[in-house]
C-alpha cells in the first residue's frame, strides 16, 4: 500500500490542477461572454399629453410625438436587441412615416403603452393616427410604409421584425405597406422580377383600419389597408377592416389587404371584413403558398370575397405599358365566413380567378409546379 501513495499523491495532484484549470477556463469564459442585449423602449405620447418631438423618448416622462422622431431615436442609439415603441392612449395627428430602422434578428413592436403582450387588447382604448388633412386636401398616401434601408445588413431585405399591435389607423388613403420592391429595379424584359429579398417576417395584430381609402381621403389613391409588395412570412391576424372605400372611378383598386408581386408564406386569419368597396383580400403575381382561414366578410365589392388576379399577355395587350405577371398557386381559401356584397343584399362569391383556370399558369416564361394549381377552397360558408 505505501508504494502505491507517491502515484495517488501524482494523480490527485493532477486531477487538482485539472480542476482549477477547468474552473479557471469557465470563469474565464463568463468574463469573455456578451452581456445579453436588453429592450431598448421608445415613448410616444400625444400633443395633449406632453409628446414633443424635442424630447428624448427614453422615459415616459419625455415622450416623443411622432413615429419619425421614434425612428431617428433609434437611428442614434444603435440598439442591438429587440425595441418597444409603447404609444400612450390619445390621438396623433400624423403624416407619412418612410419607416427603414431594422435590427436583425431583433423585433420592433409598436404597441400601446400598457399593452401585456399575449394579455389582449389593453384597458383605455387603442391609441389612434388621423390623417393631418382630414377631408380636405391630402398629403399622406400611407400612415406607414416600411422599405429597405439605403445601406447596412438588409439593404436588399431579409426578415424586418416589424409587430404592430392594437392601433386605431384611420382617415388615411392607404394604410400600412411593407415595400421590398420600392428603390429597385422591378422589371426585366417586360415582366416583373422579384427585385430583393423582401421586408418578411412582420405582424399585423389586434389592429383596426377604419375609413381608409380616397373615399375618405382624397388626393391619392387608395390601394390597401395593408399592402405586401415582395413581403413574405408574415401573420396578419384578429384585425378590423372597416369602411375600406374608394371613391365610385377608382372603388375597384382598394382592398383590405392586398398581396402582390412575390408575397409569399403569409397568414391572413380571424380578421374582419366589413364593407369593402373592392375585394376584400387580393393577390397577385408569383404571391405563393399564402393561407386565408378562418376571416369574416360582410359587404364586400368585387366579384367575390377573395380574388387572386394576374395580368397575362393578353391584359398586357389590352393595358399598354403593364409589365407581364404570373398566376400564383398553392394559395389557401378556408373556413372563412361570407356575408353579402358590397351595397347591397344578396351573398357574395367566395372566391374568383382572373383569368380564370386553377392550373393556368400565364403563358411561355410562367409556371405552376406538377401538383399545384392556383387556389385550394374548403368550408367557406
Known amino acids: 500500500m505505501p508504494r502505491r501513495l507517491p502515484w495517488i499523491f501524482v494523480s490527485l495532484t493532477l486531477a487538482g490542477m485539472a480542476a482549477a484549470a477547468s474552473s479557471a477556463a469557465w470563469a474565464t469564459s463568463l468574463r469573455a461572454a456578451p452581456a445579453a442585449a436588453t429592450t431598448l423602449t421608445v415613448y410616444l405620447a400625444p400633443a395633449s399629453k406632453g409628446g414633443s418631438d424635442q424630447h428624448s423618448g427614453l422615459s415616459p416622462a419625455s415622450p416623443v410625438l411622432t413615429l419619425a422622431r421614434a425612428q431617428q431615436v433609434l437611428q442614434q442609439r444603435k440598439p442591438s436587441g429587440d425595441v418597444q415603441i409603447r404609444i400612450d392612449q390619445g390621438t396623433y395627428v400624423a403624416g407619412q412615416t418612410r419607416w427603414t430602422f431594422y435590427i436583425p434578428g431583433h423585433t420592433i413592436s409598436f404597441l400601446p403603452i400598457n399593452y401585456v403582450i399575449g394579455h389582449g387588447r389593453p384597458p383605455g382604448g ?9 377631408r380636405g386636401a391630402h398629403t399622406a398616401g400611407w400612415w406607414l410604409q416600411a422599405q429597405e434601408p439605403a445601406s447596412g445588413p438588409l439593404r436588399d431585405g431579409g426578415t424586418t421584425g416589424l409587430r404592430f399591435s392594437y392601433l386605431r389607423i384611420e382617415d388615411y388613403t392607404n394604410g400600412i405597406s411593407l415595400d421590398g420592391q420600392a428603390g429597385h429595379a422591378a422589371q426585366s424584359h417586360g415582366m416583373y422580377i422579384k427585385p430583393s429579398i423582401g421586408v418578411n417576417g412582420n405582424s399585423v395584430s389586434g389592429m383596426t383600419f377604419s375609413d381608409i381609402g380616397d373615399q375618405f381621403a382624397p388626393g391619392q389613391t387608395g390601394f390597401g389597408a395593408v399592402l405586401l409588395t415582395d413581403s413574405s ?10 369602411r375600406i372605400e374608394n371613391a365610385s372611378a377608382t372603388a375597384g383598386k382598394i382592398h383590405g389587404i392586398y398581396v402582390t408581386h412575390f408575397s409569399s408564406s403569409n397568414t391572413i386569419t380571424a380578421n374582419l371584413f366589413r364593407t369593402i368597396s373592392s375585394f376584400a383580400v387580393k393577390v397577385r403575381d408569383r404571391s405563393n403558398f399564402n393561407d386565408v382561414e378562418h376571416n369574416r366578410f360582410n359587404a364586400t365589392g368585387g366579384s367575390s370575397a377573395y380574388r387572386d388576379e394576374f395580368c397575362d399577355a393578353a391584359c398586357v395587350r389590352a393595358n399598354p405599358g403593364t409589365a407581364r405577371q404570373c398566376a400564383s398557386y398553392g394559395n389557401r381559401f378556408f373556413s372563412n365566413t361570407i356575408g353579402a356584397v358590397f351595397g347591397g343584399t344578396a351573398k357574395q362569391n367566395a372566391w374568383s380567378l382572373s383569368p380564370p383556370g386553377l392550373t393556368y399558369a400565364g403563358g411561355s416564361g410562367c409556371s405552376i409546379p406538377r401538383g399545384q394549381q392556383r387556389l385550394l377552397t374548403g368550408g367557406n360558408t
Open 233 to 242: 412570412g408574415n401573420h396578419i391576424t384578429n384585425n378590423t377592416f372597416d
Open 126 to 134: 387603442d391609441p389612434a393616427f388621423v390623417d393631418t388633412s382630414s
